[in-house]
């Protein structure tokens, strides 16, 4: 774990939705820092919160539904939660950039690729119009789709689901931010595009040397690009370590079941784990830990009082009160 100040750092965010006079609880008090230069991989279930957490940062949660009920976003060590609506446009596409899951929702299907780099870098960086069209051809060419002006002038529509993402990745890197936020961009992609977009990306990183927050649900894809993991959980953050002990010694029983229900060739022969039991309600804020009424380890203390993540040797993480004994799943 690096030994400088966080890019961003979040202590105990909550946010609760209320839809129709019932609250659902998306984050139950998330504490995560992330740094420059290092992709952090953050992986869950769906539901868990990750979205939740990305929206959170880019000030992008839905109002009036959603709550903020307790925490604190620096950038920085600028608090991003104090911040107004026109204080926040600054900071993103500029300073913090996020890549969505599903490129087509968010290409205006209006515009040419073209235009709709050309407006955030006219907007943002202050060009004229040629300054951004070479611009907007200089970072197509850098995400792959050519310089020649073909994809500059098509449709979103026009584009196949691979090349819809790279032009979402050009976007988002468009004015340099410092922090990217990758939610899930490989999600709709077949095996080769998957593989693409993650060496896309961490060339990207390595050349701008962008600090970067990648969301997934595949413990495959963040073992794949990852430098750093945490594990998320009905919105509590479980564990959190370096991507190599992570998955060599999981100190949490969740990312322990998580890492053992996946195929692995050093298990050749045993059945697959499961983990027994539901996710917890999104109405439901227990007392003790979110994970104990499916937790195989669970005792009488998981139940009345919520662990702590805290360190349980340098840089590795774990909210759990029976964390040494986990490896004995």
Not at 62 to 89: F, M, N, Q, T, V
Not at 180 to 188: C, F, R
């Amino acid at each position: 774990m690096s030994t400088a100040e966080p890019l961003i750092a979040i202590e105990n965010l909550r946010v609760q939705f209320t839809q129709e006079g019932q609250k659902a609880f998306a984050l139950r008090g998330i504490d995560i820092s992330f740094y420059k230069d290092e992709i952090h991989g953050l992986v869950g279930e769906s539901g868990s919160g990750k979205t939740v957490t990305a929206m959170s940062i880019m000030g992008l949660l839905p109002r009036p539904a959603a709550k903020l009920l307790s925490g604190s976003i620096r950038y920085e060590g600028k608090e991003l939660l104090s911040l107004s609506e026109d204080e926040l446009r600054r900071y993103r596409g500029n300073k913090i950039a996020m890549v969505f899951q599903e490129p087509a929702k968010y290409l205006n299907p209006a515009f040419t690729v073209g235009e709709q780099i050309r407006e955030m870098v006219m907007l943002h960086m202050g060009l004229d119009r040629s300054q951004a069209d070479a611009r907007a051809r200089e970072l197509l060419g850098l995400v792959g789709l050519g310089e020649d002006g073909r994809v500059l002038g098509a449709y979103p529509h026009e584009l196949s689901s691979g090349m819809k993402q790279r032009a979402m990745i050009a976007i988002a890197i468009s004015c340099n931010p410092d922090f990217l936020i990758a939610d899930e961009p490989t999600t709709s992609l077949d095996v080769t595009l998957q593989l693409q977009i993650l060496k896309l990306l961490r060339r990207l990183k390595n050349m701008k040397r962008m600090g970067m927050l990648f969301i997934s649900h595949d413990l495959s894809v963040i073992k794949e690009i990852a430098d750093r993991v945490s594990v998320i959980y009905a919105g509590k953050i479980v564990e959190s370590a370096s991507k190599a002990r992570l998955f060599e010694h999981p100190m949490h029983p969740y990312t322990r079941l998580l890492l053992m229900s996946i195929p692995d060739a050093r298990r050749r022969g045993k059945r697959l784990a499961a983990i027994a039991g539901q996710v917890l309600e999104a109405r439901e804020d227990p007392q003790g830990c979110v994970f104990a009424p499916r937790c195989p380890m669970a005792k009488e203390l998981c139940s009345g009082e919520s662990p702590k993540l805290i360190a349980h040797e340098p840089g590795h993480m774990s909210a759990c009160h029976f964390a040494e004994e986990a490896w004995n799943l």
